[in-house]
Structure formats: C-alpha cells, structure tokens
C-alpha cells in the first residue's frame, strides 16, 4: 500500500477528490432529472451547462418543487465542485513545475560540487554498466545524455544526467570537466566518440579520456584526438573502462595499447590471461587474504598487484595482504577462470 500513502500526501490526492465528487454530484443529478421524467440525453445536457456555469437556460421548465430542489443542489454542489477542481489541477500543475524547477537546481548544485569524479558521454548498455561498476565503487559520476526518455530512465536510477549533447562545450562544462578525473564517451558512434574527444580535450589536458570505438581504424583517430585510452566493446567490456578509470596505475602498466597486445599475445601462448578487476563491496574475496584467496581459487589465478582505493600506486601484494573493497586487483590466471574472477565484482550469496 505505499503508492497508497504517497498518493494521500501528493497533490493529487485534491485533484482525484475533485474529480470524484463532481462525478458523483453530476451522476446523482442526472438520475434525479430522469426520474422526473427527463430523457438522458437532456438530462446530461442540463448537468453539464449547469455545473460548468454556462448558463444557456433550462432545456425543460423547471416547474415542479422536485425539480427545483435537484436544480438548486446541483447548482451549489456543482458549482463548488468544480472550482474545487480547478484549482486542484491548477496547484498540480504549477506545483510539478515548480518541483522540477527546483529539482534541476538542485542537480546543479550537486555536480558543481563534484570533485575528481567521472563523466559518461552516452547511456547505452555499456554506460549502464559503466555507471554501475562505478557506482558500486562510490566514484561520483555524471551522466550526459541527448535522449529525453533516456535521461527520465537515469535519474530514475539516482544519477545526477544533463540533457544535452555532450559535443557542446558548454555541456561538458556543465558537467564539471574542469574538476573531473576522467571522462568516458561510449556512444554508439565513432564519430560522436571522435567529436566528443577533440573537444574534451580542448577544455582539459589533465583529463583522462576513455573513448569507444567501433572500428579498428578509428582507433589511431580517437588517439591522436586525445584518448589515454581506447576500448573496442567487441574485446573489452565495460569492467575494463571501469578499471582504467578506477586503477589508472595499473591501467598504465598492463593495459596501454601496445604493452596490452603484446603482453596478451605472449600470454595466450602460454594458455594464460591478465585481467584487472574491481573488489567490491560483499563479495566472496573482499576481507581475505592474498593467500586464503589463491587457495579458494585452488591456484586457477594468482593475485600478482593490487591498487588501494583511491590510492592511486601499485602494490607488489604480499601473501599476508588483506584484499579491502574497492581495491584494484590484478589476476593471472588460466583462460576461462572467469566464473572465479566474478566473485570479486559480484555479490556472491555465500558470503
């Protein structure tokens, strides 16, 4: 019964009233005239002109005292009914523009007091999922949108989102490109990418830019246009986007383009991976040791370096080590180990 309780204490509940007693006053009305003798089609006639104060005079005289009386209830019940009604949906109107009025200030508050956090050009399903692994990882995030059903569908989901295309300045300024860490553009669409990029870029040089990219070839562009980084959702998912922005020491050490093929090539040959993930809060490893880890995992991987949150340097983990929430861990392991790598990002029931 809760949508019960929020509709008791919205404005609404005035407006549902209102419509409900003119309904009733109005149903009772026309009953009373019929009874009389009146045909429906008059009878509703009468009703309306008179509640609605049209005043076109009596379709019938009104002779009898039976009528009269139904007449003179009709015009006070009516009559009030309606201007009960009206201003009901008068005050429902003004007060849910006044409410979103306020709200978008109060979003804009709330980004121009960010700092150090994260912008995500575009809310497909790879910026669903980036928004999620960052979230889960309590990194501030804003989200740029150009889509108005999108945009309802993120702040439903409690992100702060600007509707606008991210290939304006002034969005991204908006969004507090000036004081962010990172910014991932991950819309379908090299070119907005590549546009999204250069002007990023142009606002900020300390920004850390993870571009999509559909196509090999766009790759080298979105680069040159001032990516750190290039993700290709057709090999790297939106975990991967996430670690770069999270972990960015480990990113530059296992995950830089050239160093990353080379090193997977070499590893593949050996039947191995390299794989940075996020330890987040409630799953199985989270609280564990490096070596209480390894022998859960029966040696299918091993923990070879660790970013503290929000620590920003890379740490050689010791067996003894504790694997905290939040923290960047760096596995390797034997292909197709991804059923144990998911117990880090995942929220396992056994824990």
């Known amino acids: 019964m809760r949508w019960f309780a929020a509709l008791a204490q919205s404005p609404m509940r005035f407006l549902l009233a209102g419509v409900a007693f003119v309904t009733i006053v109005s149903t009772l009305a026309v009953i009373g005239y019929m009874a009389n003798g009146w045909s429906l089609g008059d009878a509703v006639y009468m009703v309306i002109v008179t509640v609605f ?19 003179e209830v009709l015009i006070v019940t ?4 309606m201007i009960f009604l009206t201003g009901a949906l008068v005050q ?5 523009q006044v409410q ?4 978008l200030k109060r979003m804009t508050r709330q980004i121009e007091q960010l700092r150090d956090h994260v912008i995500i050009c575009g809310f497909g399903r790879i910026g669903v999922m980036l928004a999620r692994e960052l979230q889960a990882a309590k990194t501030g995030l804003v989200v740029v949108e150009t889509d108005a059903e999108r945009v309802v569908e993120v702040r439903e989901m409690g992100f702060l989102c600007i509707h606008a295309d991210a290939t304006d300045e002034a969005a991204l300024i908006q969004a507090g490109v000036h004081h962010a860490r990172a910014l991932a553009t991950v819309v379908p669409s090299d070119a907005v990418n590549l546009f999204i990029t250069l002007t990023a870029r142009g606002l900020s040089e300390k920004l850390v830019i993870i571009a999509r990219s ?14 750190n980084s290039v993700v290709m ?33 070499d590893l593949h040959a050996l039947g191995l991976e ?10 199985l490893y989270v609280g564990r040791t490096i070596q209480e880890i390894e022998d859960m995992a029966k040696r299918t991987f091993f923990v070879v370096a660790i970013e503290p ?13 504790v694997v905290r929430a939040g923290d960047g861990v760096t596995l390797l392991g034997r292909g197709g180990r991804a059923a144990m790598v998911a117990n880090f990002s995942v929220k396992s029931s056994n824990a």
């Not at 009516?78 to 009914?81: D, E, K, S």
């Not at 559909?214 to 990516?227: D, F, H, I, M």
């Not at 390299?274 to 799953?283: I, P």
């Not at 620590?311 to 010791?318: I, K, Q």
């Open 53 to 71: 104060t049209v005043g076109y005079g009596e379709v019938r005289p009104i002779t009898t005292p039976v009528l009269r009386l139904i007449t």
């Open 309 to 321: 949150s929000g620590s920003r340097r890379v740490e050689r983990p010791e067996p003894g080590m």
């Open 100 to 103: 979103l009025v306020f709200g």
């Open 214 to 227: 559909e196509t090999p070839s766009t790759e080298k562009r979105l680069l040159q246009a001032g990516a």
């Open 78 to 81: 009516g009559c009030t009914g």
């Open 233 to 265: 959702p057709t090999h790297i998912g939106a975990e991967h986007v996430a670690s770069l922005i999270l972990f960015p020491a480990l990113s530059e050490i296992v995950q830089s383009p050239e160093r990353r093929r080379r090193m997977e090539l």
């Open 92 to 96: 429902t109107l003004t007060l849910s």
């Open 274 to 283: 390299l794989e940075v993930v996020l330890a987040a809060e409630g799953s």
